[in-house]
Protein backbone atom coordinates (compact mmCIF):
# COMPACT_ATOMS: atom_id res chain seq x y z
CA UNK A 1 0.00 0.00 0.00
CA UNK A 2 1.28 3.21 -0.79
CA UNK A 3 1.35 5.93 2.36
CA UNK A 4 1.49 9.38 1.31
CA UNK A 5 2.83 11.19 4.58
CA UNK A 6 3.04 15.17 2.94
CA UNK A 7 -0.75 15.51 3.37
CA UNK A 8 -0.93 14.80 6.62
CA UNK A 9 2.33 16.65 7.77
CA UNK A 10 1.02 19.57 5.83
CA UNK A 11 -2.20 19.34 8.06
CA UNK A 12 -0.45 19.22 11.48
CA UNK A 13 1.81 22.29 10.48
CA UNK A 14 -1.23 24.06 9.65
CA UNK A 15 -3.38 23.31 13.03
CA UNK A 16 -0.26 24.15 14.84
CA UNK A 17 0.32 27.65 12.89
CA UNK A 18 -3.60 28.19 13.88
CA UNK A 19 -3.37 27.42 17.79
CA UNK A 20 0.34 29.64 17.71
CA UNK A 21 -1.83 32.30 15.77
CA UNK A 22 -4.78 32.17 18.48
CA UNK A 23 -2.64 31.84 21.30
CA UNK A 24 0.19 34.63 20.91
CA UNK A 25 -1.45 38.03 20.59
CA UNK A 26 0.43 40.50 18.48
CA UNK A 27 1.83 43.40 19.56
CA UNK A 28 0.81 46.78 17.58
CA UNK A 29 2.64 47.28 14.49
CA UNK A 30 3.91 50.90 16.33
CA UNK A 31 4.40 49.77 20.03
CA UNK A 32 7.51 51.32 21.76
CA UNK A 33 9.46 50.95 25.14
CA UNK A 34 9.69 54.55 26.79
CA UNK A 35 10.39 53.14 30.14
CA UNK A 36 14.47 54.06 30.10
CA UNK A 37 13.35 57.65 29.12
CA UNK A 38 10.71 57.73 32.17
CA UNK A 39 13.25 56.63 34.44
CA UNK A 40 15.92 59.20 33.65
CA UNK A 41 13.29 61.79 33.64
CA UNK A 42 12.10 60.27 36.96
CA UNK A 43 15.89 60.59 38.17
CA UNK A 44 16.05 64.19 36.71
CA UNK A 45 13.25 65.02 39.26
CA UNK A 46 13.91 63.34 42.28
CA UNK A 47 17.61 65.13 41.43
CA UNK A 48 15.31 68.67 41.10
CA UNK A 49 13.55 67.73 44.50
CA UNK A 50 16.70 67.57 46.14
CA UNK A 51 17.89 70.69 45.01
CA UNK A 52 20.79 69.26 42.71
CA UNK A 53 19.91 71.33 39.60
CA UNK A 54 23.21 70.80 37.96
CA UNK A 55 23.22 67.18 37.98
CA UNK A 56 19.53 67.28 36.92
CA UNK A 57 20.73 69.11 33.90
CA UNK A 58 23.45 66.88 33.38
CA UNK A 59 21.21 63.73 33.29
CA UNK A 60 18.21 65.58 31.26
CA UNK A 61 20.88 66.38 29.29
CA UNK A 62 22.10 62.78 28.91
CA UNK A 63 18.37 62.13 28.54
CA UNK A 64 17.77 64.59 25.32
CA UNK A 65 20.89 62.44 23.49
CA UNK A 66 19.80 59.14 24.12
CA UNK A 67 16.24 60.19 23.21
CA UNK A 68 17.99 61.63 19.89
CA UNK A 69 20.04 59.00 18.98
CA UNK A 70 17.30 55.94 20.24
CA UNK A 71 13.80 57.10 18.78
CA UNK A 72 14.06 57.60 14.49
CA UNK A 73 11.32 54.91 14.19
CA UNK A 74 8.78 56.86 16.33
CA UNK A 75 9.83 59.87 15.05
CA UNK A 76 8.99 57.87 11.19
CA UNK A 77 5.83 56.82 12.45
CA UNK A 78 4.42 59.40 14.29
CA UNK A 79 6.22 62.22 14.16
CA UNK A 80 3.30 64.58 15.61
CA UNK A 81 3.75 63.31 19.15
CA UNK A 82 7.34 62.62 18.71
CA UNK A 83 7.96 66.48 18.24
CA UNK A 84 5.63 66.92 21.42
CA UNK A 85 7.57 64.95 23.41
CA UNK A 86 10.80 66.46 22.08
CA UNK A 87 9.62 69.84 22.40
CA UNK A 88 8.53 69.18 26.27
CA UNK A 89 11.94 67.84 27.02
CA UNK A 90 13.27 71.14 25.49
CA UNK A 91 10.95 73.31 27.84
CA UNK A 92 11.57 71.16 30.87
CA UNK A 93 15.71 71.29 30.05
CA UNK A 94 15.66 75.06 30.16
CA UNK A 95 13.58 75.19 33.03
CA UNK A 96 16.03 73.66 35.28
CA UNK A 97 17.97 76.77 34.46
CA UNK A 98 15.18 79.06 35.89
CA UNK A 99 13.46 77.62 39.28
CA UNK A 100 12.88 73.95 40.54
CA UNK A 101 9.29 74.90 40.91
CA UNK A 102 8.53 75.55 37.06
CA UNK A 103 10.97 72.52 36.73
CA UNK A 104 9.43 70.34 38.38
CA UNK A 105 5.95 71.17 36.74
CA UNK A 106 7.86 70.71 33.24
CA UNK A 107 9.15 67.70 33.66
CA UNK A 108 5.86 65.81 34.76
CA UNK A 109 4.17 67.56 31.89
CA UNK A 110 6.89 66.12 29.79
CA UNK A 111 6.32 62.80 31.20
CA UNK A 112 2.34 62.83 30.56
CA UNK A 113 3.43 63.48 27.12
CA UNK A 114 5.32 60.90 26.66
CA UNK A 115 2.63 58.14 28.17
CA UNK A 116 0.66 58.47 24.91
CA UNK A 117 3.46 57.30 23.22
CA UNK A 118 2.04 53.57 22.22
CA UNK A 119 3.35 50.23 24.34
CA UNK A 120 3.62 46.72 23.99
CA UNK A 121 1.11 45.02 26.05
CA UNK A 122 2.05 43.56 29.30
CA UNK A 123 2.06 39.59 29.04
Known amino acids: MLTLP???NT???GALCAVVCVLVPAWPANAYNTMPYETMAKETLKLVAAGNLDS???KARDLEA???SETADLRAAEPNLWEQIDTQMDAAIA????DAKKATDEWN?????LARVPKPEKK
Do not use: E, M, S
Request: net charge positive; proline share 5%.
Open 6 to 8: FPK
Open 11 to 13: FVV
Open 56 to 58: ALK
Open 66 to 68: KWD
Open 95 to 98: ALTA
Open 109 to 113: TYLKI
